[in-house]
Structures are given as C-alpha cells and as structure tokens.
C-alpha cells in the first residue's frame, strides 16, 4: 500500500480486507474513491441483469452515486443515482461492493476479484450555476411565505447539512411531518428527483419516529422525471421562479425595516 499527500489516498495492489475497510469508511464520510480492477456485476430488484467478469473501473461519488464504466465509452456500463447505501465485505477471494436504494428496492453488487488500485478522494468542489442565485431567491420566497408550496408550512432550517448533501429547506407540515423541500429555476430532472430521493432517505434514517415527506419544487418537470417521483412517493410543486422574484422584491425591504424597529 502506498500513500500520496491529501487530498488523495492511493492503495496499490491493497488486500480485499483493506478495499473493504476503505469503501466502508469513504462511504461513511461521504468521500469520492476509484477503484481499477476485474470485476463481475450484478443488479437484483424490479429488473435483474448482470455483467460477467471484466477489467474495469468503478467510481463511487460523495453523494452516494456509483459508476462502474469499461475501458471505451463516455457512458457507464451500470449505475446506481445519488441516495445509494454503499458499504463492503469481504472473504479470502473476493470483495463485494453494495449499492442499495431501499426506497425502490434496489441492489448493486460488484464483486472484485482482483484489485489493482483504489484511491480516496477529499476534493472540494463547490461550482456555482446562473441558476443558483434564482433558486436561493425561491427558497427566500416560501421562507417568507411557506403557503407558497404549502398552507400550514413552518420552516424551520434552511440548507439543513446532512451526508448526501444540503436540503434547501426543511419544514413541519400540519400533521408535524418532516418535510424536505428542494427547488430547481428550470424544469426538473431524474437527476434533481435522484437527489431529493437521497435527502429524503437520509432523513427517514436520522427521523424514524418522525414521517418524512419530499416536495420538489421548480416551474416544471419532465415526463421521466415525474413518474421516478411518483414511484417514490414524493410530490412536486409548480411554482413561477419570476413570482418568487417579484414577492422578495416587495417582501424583502419591508421585513428588513420590521426588523430594524423590533430590534
């Protein structure tokens, strides 16, 4: 085993027992890894298939994501969304990753039985997008103004810090569930329902005695994206980006002055 300064942690030809150890504890920290070796996978859930062995190479993202991609090609061979409980074992002659999405009742295993190299990543990378700034000001929206997405609504955190990420805003319905609410500026994706999937996963882990509930929020959603929602038993809410714009900009500076004279 051989080791390169942070932000990255290189095991070259390490034992089954070290690959294990190190997937388990990237997972639980919520840090990226590589790993190249020969693999075989396999999928268990509504579809089952699986891909016999080859020399290949396995990503496993910050946000639960996995990605085994062969030697050509742009596009993964097979992968499990963001939201995936990744953990390993291991026996004398193999170790197994597993990606399980248990809110659609889904299993990844990628079983190596040989691995030439593994390195953990701690990168930071915080991209800002032109849309960033759009779906800050919704969230400001409905914090001043919870009936936007709901009546009863009460915020209670914003950019609420879990392992998959942050939830935009996390609130109490009138029935006291949890409810976590993410806002998209255009419409919205798999990739967007994925990741509330993710938030919502966690949360029900965190909660157990508590109810959880996802609501997307955004001005649209595509057909593929809607039916992965339904699926999951979350909800999406339409909501006009330039209405939340225009209510901050008349909410906003009278708020401020409130506050200004209570303080």
């Known amino acids: 085993?051989?080791?390169?300064?942070?932000?990255?942690?290189?095991?070259?030809?390490?034992s089954f027992a070290e690959v294990a150890e190190a997937i388990s504890s990237a997972a639980s920290k919520g840090r990226a890894m590589v790993i190249l070796g020969s693999c075989e996978v396999r999928v268990r859930g509504k579809t089952n298939a699986q891909l016999g062995s080859g020399e290949r190479i396995v990503i496993l993202k910050e946000d639960g994501s996995v990605l085994v991609h062969q030697v050509w090609g742009n596009k993964p061979v097979y992968h499990e969304p963001p939201g995936a409980l990744v953990y390993a074992t291991a026996d004398a002659k193999s170790v197994t990753l597993f990606a399980e999405r248990r809110l659609v009742d889904e299993i990844m295993e990628v079983v190596f039985s040989t691995v030439y190299m593994l390195a953990e990543l701690r990168f930071k990378d915080e991209p800002t997008s032109e849309f960033a700034g759009i779906e800050a000001t919704m969230r400001e929206a409905v914090v001043y103004l919870p009936e936007i997405v709901e009546r009863g609504l009460s915020v209670i955190s914003q950019d609420f810090s879990i392992k998959s990420g942050f939830v935009d805003l996390l609130a109490l319905d009138n029935r006291e569930r949890l409810v976590a609410i993410g806002f998209k500026s255009k419409s919205a994706k798999t990739a967007d329902v994925n990741q509330l999937i993710a938030y919502v996963s966690r949360l029900r882990a965190l909660s157990q005695k508590r109810k959880v509930r996802g609501i997307l929020v955004a001005p649209g959603i595509n057909k593929s994206a809607r039916k992965l929602l339904n699926d999951s038993g979350l909800e999406f809410k339409r909501v006009d980006p330039e209405r939340c714009v225009k209510l901050v900009e008349e909410l906003k500076p009278m708020l401020e002055r409130v506050q200004k004279i209570v303080s």
């Open 1 to 14: 085993m051989s080791r390169t300064q942070i932000p990255v942690r290189v095991f070259t030809n390490p």
